[in-house]
């Protein structure tokens, strides 16, 4: 590769002349010289985090900093800034925890609702929103009847923290409806698209805006559904036959759709949009019972699930990258340099992943729940790139120039040679 023109007199010259003359065309102040740091390029890292038996964990915001998931009776929370430990936080574990892009809204169930006649005053719970920066819960409600001491109860939160999922008892007192509320008011019934059978609702998009679920037909069975601004579709593998199962996640602005396996996908996990269709997402295991989806990146290109080899299901947790496939989870994880993990444990059951697709959150199979965080990646780098930007240019002569004395004319010499852009 040819170096710049106005170095091509550098060759023949001596050590003290090349840098002189760098220092002249480039115009820098020793202030601005003392700035660039040398910068090696960095291996794979991460690191597993356990968060202790009879903990399920199920939410993760944006960047992976902030956690939610259940125990066997509340909520907790767990935050990397403090990674040893996980905070309680009230509730009821029957719902499922998501949070906010955030970090400041987790959706679930919490207590607190008044009952009006004919709803006998047993009735409690409800769906709600946790406020980490206020410590408090809201109840929403439900839309007008109740099953056992419940209501409604939380399953999801929009990326901006403005809506609330749920799944409510109607006011006919035989159906599920899948509902959602713009905090913090009275949650809404989404329209059946088969009359008189349940709904119920998993994701939304970062407004809330395209909702995900299912919409059981006649059979009871579940059958994926997709609700965008209220207007409901099903999804299908082939119309109007062979219906896709349950929907379970979706991009942050709606497009993909994801979901569990079943009968009309040979048990493999699925991926959808309304431009491409379906795509079937392959098996670790060829042949286990079904995949099952339980978190998506904000872009769509990284879900994670785990597959259904026994009751209770035991793995493996696995996950689908659109340049790489479906791996293993605890494979992928160590390869990408996490530390950490157990000998001999395995992340069986991831059930949530950020939204830069980098920190996933579950239960591994030692029965604690995890928060496994796999560092971004060292910028491209190459013979010459000092400062490791991926490209070779004067802030690299810079870079050796203010390390003279740790480095040599050799050194000046490989960056003039590797001028331009790592391959």
């Known amino acids: 590769m040819a170096s710049p023109p106005f170095l091509n007199t550098l060759f023949s010259n001596s050590p003290k002349e090349k840098i002189n003359m760098v220092r002249t065309a480039s115009h820098l102040t020793v202030a601005a010289l003392a700035a660039i740091a040398l910068v090696d390029a960095a291996h794979g890292s991460g690191n597993y985090y356990g968060l202790g038996t009879s903990r399920t964990a199920t939410g993760v915001n944006a960047d992976g900093t902030v956690v939610a998931g259940t125990t066997a009776t509340e909520y907790f929370i767990w935050k990397l800034s403090d990674p040893g430990v996980t905070t309680p936080i009230g509730g009821v ?69 403005t809506k609330l999922l ?58 994926a559904a997709v609700w965008n601004n209220g207007v409901g579709q099903r999804l299908w593998v082939e119309y ?41 997402l392959g098996e670790i295991i060829v042949g286990s019972v079904n995949g099952i989806v339980t978190g998506m990146s904000a872009d769509g290109t990284v879900i994670v699930g785990h597959e259904v080899t026994g009751v209770p299901a035991t793995g493996p947790g696995w996950i689908w990258a659109a340049t790489g496939g479906m791996q293993d989870l605890t494979t992928y994880a160590t390869d990408n340099g996490v530390t950490g993990i157990p000998a001999g444990v395995t992340l069986q059951r991831p059930l ?24 971004p990646p060292a910028l491209k780098s190459c013979g010459g790139d000092k400062n490791g930007d991926g490209r070779v ?21 490989t960056v003039i040679n590797a ?5």
């Not at 040979?266 to 431009?275: E, L, V």
């Not at 001028?419 to 391959?423: K, M, V």
């Open 93 to 161: 574990a029957v719902g499922t925890a998501r949070i906010s892009d955030d970090g400041d809204k987790i959706s679930g169930t919490t207590t607190g609702f008044v009952a009006v006649p004919p709803i006998p005053p047993t009735v409690v719970r409800q769906m709600g929103v946790y406020d980490v920066s206020d410590q408090a819960w809201t109840g929403v409600g439900g839309i007008g009847w109740f099953s056992g001491t419940e209501t409604s109860s939380g399953t999801a939160m929009s990326g901006d923290g």
């Open 240 to 280: 109007p036959k062979k219906a896709l199962p349950e929907a379970t996640v979706c991009s942050a602005d709606g497009n993909w759709v994801a979901g569990n396996g079943g009968t009309n996908t040979n048990t493999q996990a699925w991926r959808w949009s309304q431009s491409t269709g379906v795509q079937l």
């Open 166 to 223: 749920g799944i409510a008892h109607s006011p006919n007192q035989t159906n599920l409806y899948g509902v959602t509320s713009t905090i913090p008011a009275a949650p809404v019934a989404l329209p059946w698209l088969i009359p008189g059978r349940n709904t119920r609702v998993f994701y939304c998009d970062n407004d809330g805006s395209v909702v995900v679920g299912s919409q059981e037909n006649l059979n009871s069975l579940r059958q």
């Open 352 to 375: 949530g992943v950020s939204a830069d697709g980098r920190t996933f959150v579950g239960t591994a199979s030692n029965g604690q729940g995890f928060v496994v965080r796999i560092d």
């Open 419 to 423: 001028w331009g852009d790592c391959p």
């Open 393 to 413: 240019d004067s802030s690299d002569l810079l870079t050796v120039i203010s390390s003279w004395g740790q480095v040599n004319v050799s050194d000046l010499v």
